[in-house]
């Protein structure tokens, strides 16, 4: 029997050290369908994260090659997850890409970078079965892997591109990256960023370009094919905070690509008019239900823009006025519709029975 408990013992560990590796080397076992349909969305990995794939098109795995998107929530800790990475993951699938939303369980910067980064590694090293049929477009000279951050999720994809690598080291090409709302990361966002290394956050670290800091991380960036497109709402700033201007933190994160020393970044900026005064603007980009707007590709939405920067369309960053959330002027106007009949009827009624 001591035997046997022993042997139980060691095979345990065995699999336990197997699975490690599986993580470290970012490869995933389990296969959890969330829906089916044109759009199939699985859970490659197990633990909460979206994978979505393009409907499948004749002629097998060479007709079924697909640019790769990385989608970066926001938030920190397994309980705060701003945006919608369900949503946008099955609506970039609906474009034709193949989408994935790593599910982040930390919270400092630094545990969620590597998140970020293990996600990255998840993605570019997915298995002909999780791919079912389709292949990530993969060409040194062509396209590399997009990448789409919200709040904290943004300011982990300005790093990403910077770094240009995955958890384990393993070089991969940033193209197109979005930046939606970018969070400071830590301590607060001053206009212009902070200048006194007891005030910088990570932000100001990360936009670097060796004058405030001597690390310059910002000359990282590849500017021979990564681009930048930068969107927020106007009245994005907290209630509870001044410090935290994100409009401002967009704008600067913008002059600093085309400002930086030597070649300048591609960077597009756009700040749309302001989202459902007086509540925060950051809530533009969260799902519908906690008051985001729908991902809907026209003009009026902000999707509208980001698919058309992912497909390398032009962008009209003067057109900045954002249509509500569908269906709530439509029921705004049934609920004074029903008001004025309800008035109407009780003033009839009372006609009739005074008469």
């Known amino acids: 029997m001591v035997g046997l408990w022993r042997v139980s013992i060691i095979v345990l560990m065995i699999l336990f050290l197997v699975g490690m590796a599986d993580r470290a080397w970012g490869t995933c076992d389990s296969d959890v369908v969330h829906s089916s349909g044109d759009i199939v969305v699985i859970d490659p990995c197990g633990n909460g994260s979206y994978l979505a794939l393009p409907p499948l098109v004749p002629g097998g795995p060479s007709a079924n090659e697909h640019r790769a998107v990385l989608y970066n929530h926001g938030g920190k800790g397994p309980l705060e997850e701003g945006g919608d990475p369900q949503k946008v993951v099955e609506m970039l699938a609906a474009e034709g890409f193949i989408a994935y939303a790593k599910k982040r369980e930390k919270t400092s910067v630094p545990d969620t970078l590597s998140e970020v980064q293990e996600g990255l590694a998840e993605l570019m090293n997915l298995t002909a079965d999780q791919l079912q049929n389709r292949s990530i477009l993969e060409d040194s000279a062509g396209p590399g892997v997009s990448v789409f951050g919200f709040s904290r999720g943004a300011l982990l994809s300005l790093r990403l591109a910077e770094l240009q690598e995955d958890s384990s080291g393993e070089a991969v090409k940033i193209d197109k990256v979005i930046l939606a709302a970018m969070a400071p990361g830590s301590g607060s966002w001053t206009e212009g960023g902070a200048l006194e290394a007891s005030k910088f956050t990570t932000a100001d670290q990360y936009l670097s370009d060796g004058s405030i800091i001597a690390t310059n991380n910002i000359e990282l960036i590849d500017s021979s094919f990564t681009e930048f497109f930068m969107i927020a709402a106007a009245n994005d700033q907290p209630t509870d905070n001044p410090n935290n201007n994100l409009v401002d933190m967009m704008t600067t994160a913008n ?101």
């Open 255 to 355: 002059q600093r690509m085309a400002n930086r020393s030597g070649t300048a970044v591609t960077s597009t900026l756009k700040i749309y008019d302001s989202w459902r005064s007086p509540a925060t603007g950051h809530n533009l980009f969260m799902k519908v239900a906690d008051g985001g707007q729908d991902l809907v590709n026209e003009p009026g939405y902000y999707w509208h823009d980001v698919v058309r920067f992912l497909k390398n369309e032009s962008i009209d960053t003067t057109y900045t006025a954002l249509i509500p959330e569908p269906g709530s002027g439509v029921l705004a106007f049934l609920g004074a519709a029903g008001l004025g009949f309800c008035c109407r009827y009780r003033r009839m009624r009372a006609a009739r029975l005074s008469s």
